[in-house]
């Protein structure tokens, strides 16, 4: 079992920037992608972006070149940063973190952190 404690959203005006974090412990030597998916009000979950264990990283087409994802290894932790510029009213959501396993076959979340971006 691995658990994922995000932290990091918040409100902002358009055009700042907000860092999301996410901190796995636990089992995290079964994970291998790391990302972020968000969720409107009354819109469907999406997926953001993600890195894998190797460091490769993709975004969905809103995403690219205003949000980064990066990853850092600790002894017992993994941890998953989104920082987030540019930022746009549409924009806001809820953000959720994710762990999936090598296997493919669980994902493992994180609780949720708000991030609303005012006009």
């Known amino acids: 079992q691995a658990q994922l404690v995000e932290s990091g959203g918040g409100l902002v005006q358009a055009g700042g920037s907000l860092r999301l974090s996410c901190a796995a412990s636990?089992?995290?030597?079964?994970?291998?992608?790391m990302g972020w998916y968000r969720q409107a009000p009354g819109k469907e979950r999406e997926l953001v972006a993600f890195i894998t264990r190797g460091g490769s990283t993709r975004y969905a087409d809103s995403m690219k070149g205003r949000f980064t994802i990066s990853r850092e290894h600790a002894k017992n932790t993994v941890t998953v940063y989104l920082q987030m510029n540019s930022l746009k009213p549409e924009d806001t959501a809820v953000y959720y973190c994710y762990a999936e396993t090598w296997s493919r076959d669980h994902k493992y979340w994180g609780q949720g952190t708000q991030v609303t971006v005012s006009s």
């Open positions: 636990g089992s995290t030597f079964s994970i291998n992608d």
